[in-house]
């Protein structure tokens, strides 16, 4: 099963989780539903087998969460922070810099 396989017209973080909320609506337990977001995607894709694992010598990017998406699965919105090619981005510090950049 694999997440983002077609637009849906939101944009691409919403649709994610849209995608996972209608996963886990329709019974689907959480991990399950994440794998078909991360490895599962990854493995479709034909890319390294390495990516989207959290595992000595794996690559991945990391979401970080308050609470445990595994148990209750709607704390998977609860995003802190990103780990994006091992730069550390708050969620806090991306709204800043959203709202203090300049529109062109």
């Given amino acids: 099963m694999l997440i983002g ?11 994610l989780h849209a995608e996972l909320r209608a996963l886990v609506a329709a019974r689907l337990k959480p991990e399950p539903a994440l794998r078909a977001a ?19 010598g794996a690559v ?6 308050v609470g445990d998406p595994l148990a209750d699965f709607y704390e998977a919105l609860n995003v802190v922070a990103v ?13 800043e810099r959203v709202q203090t950049a300049e529109i062109v």
């Fill in 5 to 15: 396989s077609q637009p849906n017209g939101l944009p691409a973080g919403i649709a």
């Fill in 38 to 56: 991360g490895v599962n995607a990854a493995a479709e894709l034909g890319v390294d087998p390495t990516l989207g694992r959290i595992a000595t």
């Fill in 60 to 65: 991945a990017d990391l979401v970080f969460v």
């Fill in 83 to 95: 780990l994006r090619k091992v730069r550390f981005f708050s969620v806090a510090g991306l709204i």
